[in-house]
């Protein structure tokens, strides 16, 4: 089941990958950066994920303090 899974999740991945290689425009506050689609959805999704890991370890710290 395990490795039907990781199949299944890699074979995504890599069509994600496929499809999603034209470049694009990033503005950024101090420049303009051309990049790899895949290459920036790729980085705000781990953005992102940081940003609600740091809330998740903020609220159970918040919540031990009581």
Do not use: C, E, H, Y
């Not at 995504?12 to 920036?40: R, Y």
């Not at 809330?55 to 009581?66: S, Y």
């Amino acid at each position: 089941m395990a490795a039907a899974l990781l199949v299944f999740v890699t074979v995504i991945l890599v069509l994600f990958v496929i499809f999603n290689t034209q470049t694009v425009d990033i503005s950024l506050v101090f420049a303009n950066v051309q990049a790899p689609l895949v290459l920036a959805l790729v980085i705000a999704a781990a953005l992102g994920g940081l940003v609600v890991g740091l809330a998740g370890v903020a609220l159970r710290a918040r919540r031990t303090k009581r």
